[in-house]
């Protein structure tokens, strides 16, 4: 019999649209409860916590309200019900993990370093190719030379712009696989 199998969203980027703002900005009161959806992945969320085992996992300022704040959008977006571990913004996500003999948990993440941790872990990392991270970061010289820099992400992806069933197939596909 295989393992179970255990999803983690990440919040910001993934389920929450992230744009560039300041560290000043994100600490303001009410900014993460004022978040832009993404509605197809809260679908997926919604769609595959029917089946499986699913929470958001969040890393959150420690401080008076971005706990709250992040409740907020999950609440006001039909999330609500979904189990969320918040973690606090210094720490690694990997020491919030549970089981690992019997389960199988997939990270599905926006940010390459959190995914390769969970890699080097053996557990299985997905990438969110967002609005911002799916394009090439640019680099410009003294000479003022731009220059392409690709994402460096080899593993298993999914993007903003696959649909909701492409998106759940490829990451029941990568954690059935896992699982076995």
Do not use: C
Not at 74 to 80: H, K, R, S, T, V
Not at 105 to 122: C, F, Q, S, T
Not at 146 to 156: A, E, N, R
């Amino acid at each position: 019999m295989g393992k179970n199998i255990s999803f983690k969203f990440d919040s910001d980027g993934v389920i929450a649209r992230w744009f560039d703002a300041s560290i000043e900005e994100t600490h303001q009161k009410g900014y993460f409860a004022e978040r832009e959806l993404e509605k197809v992945m809260r679908d997926v969320v919604l769609d595959l916590a029917k089946d499986y085992d699913v929470e958001i996992f969040t890393k959150t300022y420690v401080d008076d309200h971005s706990k709250e704040d992040k409740q907020t959008f999950y609440n006001n977006n039909g999330l609500g019900n979904i189990k969320v571990t918040y973690i606090p913004i210094d720490a690694n996500k990997w020491d919030y993990v549970g089981d690992t003999k019997d389960t199988v948990h997939v990270l599905i993440d926006d940010y390459k370093e959190n995914l390769e941790d969970w890699r080097e872990h053996g557990q299985v990392a997905i990438k969110f190719f967002n609005q911002k991270n799916r394009l090439p970061k640019v680099s410009v010289d003294e000479n003022g030379v731009m220059t392409l820099i690709p994402d460096s992400w080899t593993g298993p992806s999914v993007d903003y712009r696959m649909s909701k069933e492409d998106i759940k197939t490829a990451l029941v596909a990568f954690a059935e696989a896992a699982a076995a």
